[in-house]
């Protein structure tokens, strides 16, 4: 890696900046990622990093990432993050190999062991301190291996169970959320966690099966699309064909080690869903748009941010000005750029490789001429993260633009997220993560995606 330079109740956790894992006590936490996982991790490695936050990925899979910090020290709140949908606090771990022979064998011996981890790592006394009277709540199961996912819904009814029987040894009555059959996988939605609170009578149970180690875990935060969804359509100022959501914004935001007081440009700015999310986090906020439309949209959308989430010591400047000529206005200054430039017109139908392929040469000139003004007024150190256009094809493999050669030829460096060092030492990660320096945003409906590129100055 380069150089490191809501209304609703939706939890927060804390993490220590203690220099020395081992010489104090540590604290395990479970992050349940959305659809992307490469890039949900990309970005809580970006944010704990910008923050000087000691942590260790102890287990990594597309369902959940097992992460180990130290206690007690800076808050992070789920709402600072756009990729996590959970995040439990582990209570206990034990070998998946009892789950295994428990449900794969139907060892009897291998369940009451069950049994009794899950009740060993202080879960019930938890969720007997967090309400009084009947307790209601949820089981959800995360399986990093696909042999034990046709198991899972008698993993999540089992688990449930013994809960349920070991409330009632405390005298306490419960009722156990079920699933109806037709749903795929036996997990609880973020609506469903917010609806029914069971972050804050901490009754909604994570039981995460990993190659090796099985964490059970109670869900301590939980992403709110509410908050988001008014973000996105409840701004005055919309512009819907080219919008870019406020969750990959803030993804950006992160991505971009953008933490509170430093000064984050967008010369892209549209109708400023990037600057939003930027001002959400603390930062100082410039943005530009050669469309002067856009530059009163986004105006008018971070006063009612401001207003909205009473931001009282905000401070935005939003202008009309080309993204090629950055350098005489704003010098050498800048801490980070988050931005996404035009990504060609919207299509109809999926291209032919000879009609991508003139898009993005005729989009070419645009981001290279970008590329120089954005060495020019970064600080050293700062980090740009860049959109540029992911075409689908007839063909089947996409089309994209060569950003990657131009920004080292100007200076940038690339900045490889999944280093060695954030990982436990017995967890393998493939070579090619290890190299990737840019992500793909892209779902199977669009024709034009986006590659996320991270570099630094």
């Known amino acids: 890696m380069s150089q490191k330079p809501s ?40 944010f704990l990093e910008a923050r000087d936050v000691k942590f260790e990925v102890r287990q990594l899979s597309k369902e959940f990432f097992a992460v180990s910090t130290e206690e007690n020290a800076s808050v992070l709140a789920i709402a600072d993050l756009g990729g996590i949908l959970k995040i439990g606090r582990a209570t206990a771990d034990f070998a998946t190999q009892i ?32 309400a009084s009277g009947k307790t209601v709540f949820g089981v ?6 696909d042999f034990l996912r046709p198991v899972s ?17 405390h005298g306490r009555k419960s009722s156990f959320m079920g699933f109806s059959r037709t749903r795929e996988r036996p997990q609880l939605s973020p609506v469903e966690v917010l609806k029914k609170n069971f972050v804050g009578t901490k009754a909604e149970i994570l039981f995460c099966i ?28 919309q512009r819907k064909i080219f919008a870019i959501s406020p969750r990959l914004a803030k993804i950006m935001v992160n991505l971009a080690s953008c933490t509170s007081g430093k000064l984050l440009l967008d010369p892209f700015c549209g109708v400023g869903t990037i600057l939003q999310e930027a001002l959400l986090a603390g930062a100082k906020v410039v943005g530009g748009d050669i469309n002067p439309w856009c530059v009163e949209a986004a105006i008018a959308n971070l006063e009612w941010l401001k207003k909205e989430y009473v931001l009282k010591e905000a401070e935005y400047a939003v202008a009309q000005r ?55 007024i970064l600080k050293k150190g700062g980090r740009l993260v860049l959109v540029a256009p992911y075409m689908r094809v007839r063909s089947g493999r996409p089309v994209t633009m060569p950003v990657v050669e131009k920004a080292i030829s100007i200076g ?10 954030v990982f436990a030492g017995d967890v393998a990660i ?28």
Not at 32 to 37: A, D, V
Not at 108 to 127: D, F, S, T, V, Y
């Open 7 to 46: 209304t609703a109740y939706i939890g927060s956790i804390s993490f220590s900046i203690c220099e020395n894992m081992p010489s104090t006590t540590q604290a395990a936490y479970v992050f349940i990622p959305g659809k992307n996982w490469k890039l949900s991790l990309a970005e809580l490695i970006s």
């Open 322 to 376: 080309d993204a090629r000529r950055l350098t005489g206005k704003l010098g050498a200054q800048v801490d980070c750029i988050a931005t996404e430039p035009d990504l060609g017109p919207a299509l109809r139908q999926v291209p032919t490789v000879p009609y991508a392929t003139k898009i993005v040469a005729k989009l070419e000139p645009l981001y290279y001429s970008f590329l120089k003004e954005a060495y020019r």
């Open 412 to 421: 940038f460096k690339r900045v490889y997220l999944f280093q060695e060092k």
């Open 99 to 130: 789950a295994e022979k428990a449900f794969l064998q139907r060892d009897k011996q291998a369940r009451e062991q069950m049994r009794r981890e899950i009740a060993a790592g202080g879960l019930i006394n938890e969720m007997l301190e967090a």
């Open 140 to 145: 959800s199961v995360y399986c990093a291996e």
């Open 430 to 457: 493939k070579q090619e993560m290890a190299e990737m320096a840019s992500f793909v945003d892209a779902e199977e409906r669009h024709k034009v995606g986006r590659e996320i590129h991270v570099f630094q100055k």
């Open 210 to 237: 990993g190659k090796k180690q099985t964490v059970t875990a109670t869900t301590v935060a939980v992403h709110n699309p509410f908050e988001f969804q008014k973000r996105d359509v409840g701004k005055p100022r």
């Open 153 to 169: 819904k008698s993993i999540q009814r089992f688990v449930g169970s013994s809960i349920k029987r070991e409330l009632a040894a």
